[in-house]
């Protein structure tokens, strides 16, 4: 690599928990061998495309601050789309992440017409196998952009226009396409715009039915393509829009139950957005894991006094390790991992700054495996649950699960006996005293 | 009658707009014709038992300061029942409200036993009956009580301990029949405490699992009897559970849909309880008219700047209109009706401060009615919208729904045609103006 | 003029209540005598430059979606701002606002240099001037921009580097004199990067010193330069900044009691705002009003589901009754008036929209202030709590005002006399009705 | 000690970090010595009356589930005041806190008349004073409840009722005189119901006149019986009522100055209503520590998912290590303390499960503090920081705050040498891992 774009920053690599050096893990020792897998393995990290090299970290009441050279309002985009991915893998390869993940209009402009942008989005991902082909970094999932141009300005595959409708059905089948050809693990889809601003001109109905429609021809055209991924929704409630369909991941559970696409969507779960729906970032994945649905992770964290998506990195050990203990009771990911849909704050506008985000990140998560990883092994919570269901096990409650009793029968039951429970102590405080030794 | 509860108050009665009577109604005539059926029969209101008749206006940091003789710690529970059953219907009564709405343990106090409580219960349906009788008023809806006492801490339905399950089916099997015999329309089930205050101790998919078994049961019996009324869940968010599995109205059908209970069951949703599940009223209904589950609602608001349910009374014509045109739109309420799950603010000390909320209430539904009415009429809404979506009825829109679309055709005709589709205004800002015209 | 960027609207007129053309008020009638004020004298209606002349309506997830052709990326920026200029004029008189407002930013670009900049602003200034002449259109308040450009990422008065601050002094001043040249009636400071992102690398006491020193700067500088017009502070509790040191009107007041400023500076309150910060738009006003710092209003509503600054149009009569009632209770404006920080819906990009949005506010805030002078009149509210108090006129009320009473001579009282107040009624349910009467 | 009431639990003691004893402390370990003082000194916890021994665990929808024999609903109430005392006595005595802390209305039961209240109280203030001599546990602080009573329903100072002012004023002054006599070192007011539910019936500038007026008696009398401790205000934002006037610690320090008691009063700050009032309890804490005004913490927790104050035990390491770091950066405690303003949850129902949640609480403020002491003797941030306004202590700055410029001597600066400030990162993410290194 003759240019650099990060020269100051080398390789980072693992000192362990004493080190005091900035751009080293505390944590993240790769090959470390956690419950029979590497770190690696289990984490599954991924960097993203977007806040890290499409942003100049602009916000709504201020111009950009970072610096990006690859990023100019004018010029040959293509080429700079070529110095971005560039920019790109260095930081992917310096850092050390296994996975990457991209939208279609990051890695390449787009065109005046669709063919155009295609031929763009193919180019450049020639480009990207190379690189892929050079470092090792391998693609997490890709998806397409159906937000951000003002095509999509009421939504994609909820539009009330039929074309708008089919221009995304286009995007997502290239986007998939170039994601299956790259080696991509999932196809991901969030419906930014997918939501309504106003209900005085929508039809929630409607827009549901075209959803589904949607989402079926989506999972159509990946077994016609034979790609093996996993298909993700991501939740979220609201921004852009007043109100997102994909809510929570509840929501998407039941709207895949209705349309019976429970065994082939999962969720791709954000921290962020879990917090902007009134809900933890640990409530979610256990939701998700209870449904079976569980994908993957948007591993970024929201401010809890600001009310929109801040897409900050994790730093919460405490929180993250619930998060990680429910992934590992889950079995540990399959195709998912973590990926870090993180941005730096407007302030941070040194280039060696995401270093900085990523690698304390990435140690949060790493810490957390191992608490979770004791969790597991020496099982506090696992058993005083086990002890607390006990009686559905056997007798009564098996009995009810069995379908051996109705109202009438309980009734009787209760009648009969007197059955009169007394409760037992919950002992939250005492579970939180024994999470906090784990922590 | 004999000795009276509010000999201050008389019957309410219509005096038009123009009245400053506060003892009077200015919007709702209960027997003026709005689109072919009188206020009465479209609007169905409901008092409340529990609100009413059954607290004092304590809150967690103070002691009651309402005036209410029938509630006393100690002395003859059934005969202040019977009392209060006396003070419930004078008040029903002179409101002129059609219906009522309770909770078994508002109208009869708890025994020893189930055996006792059961029979406390059927002695108040008696004197119920004989009031109902007597002053032409209905019940809307009955429902158990599995909140209050403390076996039920860890949850009904989904308790860890199956006997709690058996005594709380138990209870739904005894108020359902109560219910059944009283006329009821409809059985509600509200699950203040199905749901967790910690994810450490909490098995999530048991939990749903029980929770859905206890469903079936209930289903199962309200057919054994014969109860032609409808079954309602009634969503909340949270309170006094950190998470309840019934968020809103989205969650409640997708957990149906699992379940295959989606023509079983429907929904009774509260304003407060929407706001506080982070939508508005508005949406909540929207929603439950768009999947079909409409089916009562508890009418109230609650206060933006406080995060608890304060069950304040309606009285915002604006937002009250947009929920009774969907409403309209969806045919009107078939069982279900407009209930005032609305308390008094604790300083609303006087007795009769409770009829300035019910027909502050009243009237604020009663005018919403009207106004969406006209905008059913008119259809500046509905036509809108039409034209909004006209490209799914044919062309286009019409084949994709047809199955006549893949992402692989959509793609090529996208790429054939250069398809660009153009931007058309929301017209969010010039729909609200319309709609202002009509409040 | 010659070309028009507004062709298909006309001056919109009043029309009365019963009018269905969309382009005309229902509710202003300028000339209407109210209180013994014209509407007009009464709601001193300002549009604003920055929402209507220079956005594209880009969000943080998508591009513009208006159609702006005087915002161009590449071209001459001047020529540009003089187009905008009588884009803007055009809209102000045929919406037939008296007056606007604009940052220093807005109306002209920023140069290369500060120098730049002010020749720009004052070429600029020029043209606005004459049409102001041309037009009649006035200026409510000018400001300076101290949050847009990258130097002011880390704040302007508060950053920690002193050259930001004598950077922002200089623009301060400039736009002050501007707004002074321009007639302007007051002069607004909000501090969107004057907070933190983050306490870790924040020193609070030392910002919040050189806050002070800023403002009485600024004070001085309006003094010696003769500007009549009134300083305003605009609180905002966070967005863009995590914190933002004017967090709400309370903690203004307090700041200008602490640093001897409450005679000096008064606020200009947001609705928006407001509801960010926790608190209804009419406590804010009535906070303001109580402290005696009620400056101006920047008339716009947030969305109560969504946690940023939304800036919609004013479309709840009720709330605004109730604003307005508090204006009007405190005399009324004297330098301030109602002006629109209100933004289109991405959705709504046709041009003609922002007619839309400000003719419905425009309308809400005129039946506002008709509901409102009748709730003056009739004075059903005031009488309430004017009895509700009475106590505190005289006798033991009064006594305790004129230091009287100690906690001893009290207790003795209380003692002696067997002194135990009975609670009264606070009839808030009784009053909402009353309220409802009048909207 | 003949009859115990908690007679499975020992006294607590320090065993180190790696215990797994539910009934042991890791990290408080009393004597150890931190930055020179003991632990004991700079922590300086207080158990409270209130939650631990006069609630039943009830809530707003249900009984209580507490095991506490010494609250019944009749017999005699001194008597069963005295055994709570016992209780209380020999729970802090087996914690090991050096501190408690109590409202009047705890301690000893309210009488017909104020006379007898003051009666009983003096009887239980002797037997609290022989208890604390029997066992060293000394007082925190002391208040009066003028929430609970319905003749405070519409406040106590702020009540339109001068009576209840009164009532209010002689049960502060015996209060206050009861926490001297016990040697308390503090005396909080926290005005539950001193806001409004409704601005229709509020006249917020008298009652705002009201509460200056009260607290003015209250120094007074301080300072006439020679009491030496600190008044304390205890900000929280709403709950019970719609809005409280101590809404935060910026709008406590603002009323402080406006009335220019800003050196007679300081605030107690609780974590949970920090977080209410839509800021970090890191935030609250160093916004008072920067006005001066720091006194003392109720150290609590709420659950960010729950709007309402759920008191929960502080057991989040990362926040509280702030939160110390800020306390000690201001010099430590003086009169205040640690104070659990805790409850269980109403699930944990054992009477042992108080001891769980204050060891978790003691412990997580115990590492704390260890964590801060550390991040004080490294001083990363503080050297940071201090670098980070450097120029405000020398040149260009220093003469900003000398009086040496005015906005024109600035504006001329800049423009004579074309100042054009460059960014700096704030380096927000790397400081943040920072602190996960002492976390």
Same mark, same amino acid.
């Given at each position: ?43 599954? #990290? ?19 601050? #970072? ?34 993940? #991209? ?17 763009? @989005? ?95 021809? @989506? @999972? ?44 082939? *969507?999962? *969720? ?18 256990? &939701? ?5 649905? $569980? ?8 401010? $809890? ?11 919460? &050990?405490?929180?993250?390790?619930? &998060? $990680? ?40 998560? =790493? ?17 005083? &649950? ?29 009648? =009969? ?23």
């Amino acid at each position: 690599m003759s240019e650099q774009f990060f020269p100051n920053v080398q390789k980072i690599k693992f000192e362990g928990a004493e080190s005091t050096n900035p751009f080293a893990f505390r944590y993240y020792d790769e090959n470390r061998i956690v419950l029979g897998k590497t770190m690696k393995e289990h984490l599954r #990290f991924a960097a993203c495309y977007w806040h890290n090299f499409c942003s100049t970290g602009f916000d709504i009441f201020g111009e950009g601050t #970072f610096d990006r050279p690859w990023i100019q309002p004018v010029g040959d985009q293509l080429a700079l789309a070529e110095q971005k991915a560039k920019a790109a893998f260095e930081f992917f390869e310096k850092l050390g992440v296994p996975y990457f993940c #991209f939208h279609d209009t990051d890695i390449a402009p787009e065109g005046a017409t669709l063919k155009e942008s295609h031929a763009n @989005v193919n180019h450049m991902a020639d480009i990207l196998e190379a690189e892929m082909a050079r470092t090792g970094v391998q693609l997490l999932w890709g998806t397409a952009n159906l937000f951000s141009n003002k095509r999509f300005s009421a939504g994609g595959a909820t539009n009330p226009n039929p074309e708008v409708f089919a221009y995304g059905a286009a995007q997502v089948k290239h986007a998939m396409e170039v994601t299956h050809r790259l080696g991509g693990q999932n196809y991901v889809l969030w419906g930014g715009r997918e939501g309504y601003d106003s209900l005085l001109n929508t039809d929630l109905r409607q827009e549901s039915e075209q959803y589904a429609r949607f989402l079926k021809m @989506v @999972v159509e055209h990946k077994h016609k393509i034979g790609f093996k991924g996993t298909l993700l929704i991501e939740p979220k409630p609201q921004e852009p829009t007043k109100h997102q369909y994909d809510y929570d991941t509840a929501t998407v559970a039941g709207f895949l139950h209705k349309h019976g696409l429970q065994d082939e *969507v999962k *969720v791709n779960i954000e921290g962020n957005h879990a917090t902007l729906a009134g809900h933890s970032f640990h409530h979610e994945i256990a &939701v998700a894991c209870a449904e079976g649905i $569980m994908g993957s992770i948007d591993a970024n964290r929201g401010d $809890m006094q600001n009310g929109w998506d801040t897409d900050q990195y994790p730093n919460d &050990v405490a929180e993250c390790t619930l &998060v $990680m203990y429910e992934i590992l009771k889950s079995g540990g990911f399959k195709t998912g991992g973590l990926n870090f849909d993180t941005k730096m704050r407007r302030q941070s506008c040194e280039r060696d700054d995401i270093f900085h985000g990523h690698i304390g990140g990435m140690d949060t998560m =790493a810490k957390s495996l191992l608490n979770a990883a004791k969790l597991i092994e020496d099982a506090p919570l696992a058993d005083f &649950v086990d002890a607390r269901y006990a009686g559905w096990k056997q007798g009564l409650g098996k009995d009810i699960f069995d379908g051996k009793h109705s109202l009438e029968s309980l009734s009787q039951m209760v009648l =009969a006996e007197d059955t009169n429970p007394v409760s037992v102590s919950g002992r939250q405080e005492m579970l939180e005293n024994i999470v906090n030794r784990y922590v």
